[in-house]
């Protein structure tokens, strides 16, 4: 089988679910996320994605974010991987500031009112850069082997990029692009433009693996939560997430791909989905809690993972 693998947003909290998904698919199914023939990675994925064609597999990725110990000679200790601690978010990012340059950015105000709403943020303070500089000893100039494919979006005419290893984009500047959220991070200039987190688009941009001609897409989908509240800010987001996913997976069907979808427990889905929400405190707990709900969706995965 042709296999893709898209690794949606979500922060911290969308790397603790994919961590947990991974290391289950390996350890109950024994299918191992590095296998696959493509990854596409948004936000939080573009980093999950990377660390997997570096050869990290899913069990070390779980073993990293619940802070378990790893042997002195493991690659993550000797690169000095970690997940980077960002500043805070606060409700002053996300204000809007109709300033004639944010006005000029509403054309697509009728067709996409979400990106409006984005292009009216005022412009991000946080550089993400140097919280991603522990990336540039393990990757150095190159792309690692394998399809990866990282998402993000251009500033100005919201128009979605996606980053394959061709054209000179060096990996750490797309994976810190495909993460700065507009208002909060500060864009990320390559070449003459500027970029913003792929999450503005879509919490997957799954369709961009229409035309590959899966067999199995597999979807890791952390603001997307398959239970939860729906009221509050939590709530239109993850309406908005819900809406786009299940476009996308309906695009992909058509093409003739299986899709199977795996979403993130509530907790934990409410804070991939709120930026205002932190991940528990106890990041074992929420590991472990995001294992246990994998492993309990849709039976037909082990049938098709077994034929991968």
Request: net charge neutral; hydrophobic share 45%.
């Amino acid at each position: 089988m042709k296999t893709g693998l898209v690794l949606g947003g979500g922060g911290l909290a969308g790397v603790s679910f994919h961590a947990a998904a991974l290391a289950a698919l390996e350890i109950d199914l024994g299918w191992d996320a590095r296998g696959a023939d493509v990854i596409l990675g948004t936000s939080a994925g573009a980093l999950t994605g990377a660390l997997l064609r570096l050869g990290v597999s899913g069990t070390d990725l779980a073993a990293l974010v619940s802070g378990a110990p790893l042997p002195a000679k493991h690659f993550l200790v000797r690169h000095g991987v970690h997940l980077p601690e960002l500043p805070a978010m606060r409700w002053q990012h996300f204000v809007p500031r109709p300033l004639p340059r944010h006005i000029r950015r509403l054309g697509g105000a009728l067709t996409s009112p979400a990106s409006a709403l984005f292009r009216m943020l005022p412009d991000g303070q946080v550089d993400l850069r140097p919280y991603f500089d522990f990336l540039e000893d393990p990757l150095g100039d190159e792309w690692p082997p394998g399809d990866l494919r990282i998402c993000a979006v251009s500033e100005d005419d919201h128009e979605l990029v996606v980053w394959g290893g061709a054209g000179g984009v060096h990996l750490t500047d797309a994976i810190v692009a495909s993460s700065s959220i507009p208002g909060y991070a500060t864009a990320v200039v390559i070449g003459d433009r500027s970029f913003v987190d792929g999450g503005v688009r879509s919490p997957t941009n799954a369709d961009v693996l229409i035309h590959d001609n899966l067999d199995l897409a597999l979807v890791l989908s952390p603001m997307t939560p398959d239970s939860g509240s729906n009221l509050g800010l939590t709530g239109i987001l993850k309406r908005w997430a819900g809406r786009r996913l299940a476009r996308e997976v309906r695009m992909l069907r058509r093409a003739g791909t299986e899709v199977i979808v795996l979403r993130s427990p509530a907790a934990l889905g409410r804070a991939a989905t709120n930026p205002f929400v932190s991940l528990h405190k106890r990041p074992r707990g929420a590991v472990a809690e995001a294992f246990l709900s994998v492993g309990e969706q849709t039976p037909r995965l082990r049938e098709l993972l077994g034929e991968a």
